[in-house]
């Protein structure tokens, strides 16, 4: 049997990754602690991206995922125009 996601742990998730990718743009991957986006993102727990990502590498599928979870209706009307 399958959970969904609370409401309020999808936002936290969606705030890291935008943090994360704010921060990324910002400063470069190498050069951004996960504590900083983890307190950027409003989060008291500095561990929350190793938490809910296990790493740096997921937080970053995590942003890539989300973009194109993003950009897919808009590709979607693209492709049903052409």
């Known amino acids: 049997r399958q959970y969904s996601m609370s409401r309020d742990l999808v936002c936290r998730k969606l705030a890291l990754i935008r943090a994360g990718e704010r921060l ?44 194109v979870l993003e950009m897919e209706p808009r590709r979607r009307e693209m492709l049903d125009a052409a």
């Not at 050069?31 to 997921?58: C, D, K, P």
């Open 24 to 67: 990324f743009a910002r400063d470069g991957i190498e050069a951004v602690s996960l504590r900083q986006i983890a307190l950027e993102a409003g989060n008291g727990n500095t561990n929350a991206v190793g938490y809910h990502f296990e790493s740096r590498f997921g937080l970053v599928q995590a942003i890539f995922e989300q973009r």
